[in-house]
């Protein structure tokens, strides 16, 4: 049995539930009838991600699809790592003459942040990509001795 010292780790529960259900919101949202979401301009897809424990080290899994390598950033913040991949498309001279009634590829963008149940060493991390999914290895940090310091009884 584990002990978690973090007093707000139900509450980040609550929130990571929330998003999710707000990201399932939007994905049911009728663009024809009610338009865009004014929560952004351009289209923003939800980014499916898996997180794994083995045992020395996690492994988090991102779906990435229609993204290069290039497009995507990853990036560690104190215990939550941020995944975000996002690229504008570039029109050609033959699409800017006003072929199009309607296009709705013009910009895509894809964020996920997910707080990590234990600590990690940062400078150990490794990522590939490939086919569309982004694979991160965050190595277990060894655990240190608590922050602070030893106080003498007089």
Do not use: C
């Not at 939007?26 to 929560?39: I, S, Y």
């Not at 895509?108 to 990590?116: A, E, G, T």
């Amino acid at each position: 049995m584990t002990t978690d010292d973090n007093p707000f780790r139900n509450l980040e529960q609550q929130f990571e539930r929330m998003q999710r259900q707000f990201e399932d919101a939007l994905e049911l949202w009728d663009v024809d009838q009610f338009g865009m979401p004014a929560t952004d301009a351009g289209a923003t897809t939800t980014l499916g991600i898996d997180l794994a424990d083995h045992g020395e080290e996690f492994v988090l899994t991102a779906d990435v699809p229609g993204f290069d390598k290039e497009d995507v950033e990853l990036r560690l913040s104190d215990d939550t790592i941020h995944v975000t991949a996002e690229r504008a498309q570039e029109l050609t001279e033959a699409e800017d003459d006003g072929f199009y009634l309607r296009s709705e590829r013009e910009r895509q963008s894809m964020s996920r942040s997910v707080r990590l149940p234990e600590p990690v060493d940062a400078d150990a991390i490794a990522a590939t990509y490939r086919n569309g999914v982004v694979t991160v290895t965050l190595p277990k940090r060894e655990p240190s001795e608590p922050a602070g310091r030893s106080i003498d009884i007089e």
